[in-house]
């Protein structure tokens, strides 16, 4: 499990829908990526309207360029 097959799961992770497999694939790939657990943090943070823009249909280079951009804010040490 990588990291942005992660961003694919939230919605239904948080939502409770996930599989437990592959709920607990979720948890264990956090355990080693503290990138995921900070961008998770922020995601409940942000709730509702992070929520919604994740759950629209996006085309995978469009998801995977937001997530990096996400990544990469997340990792700066000021901001
Ligand atoms: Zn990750």
Redesign the pocket.
């Known amino acids: 499990m990588n990291?942005e097959r992660?961003v694919d799961l939230l919605v239904d992770y948080f939502d409770g829908e996930l599989e437990e497999q592959t709920a607990h694939r979720l948890e264990g790939?956090l355990q080693d990526?503290p990138?995921?657990v900070k961008f998770i943090e922020t995601y409940r943070q942000t709730g509702s309207i992070c929520r919604e823009a994740l759950r629209v249909e996006m085309p995978a280079p469009v998801k995977s360029t937001l997530f990096q951009f996400l990544r990469t804010q997340l990792q700066s040490p000021t901001s």
Do not use: A, D, Q, R
Request: glycine share 16%.
């Open positions: 990291c992660i790939h990526c990138g995921c």
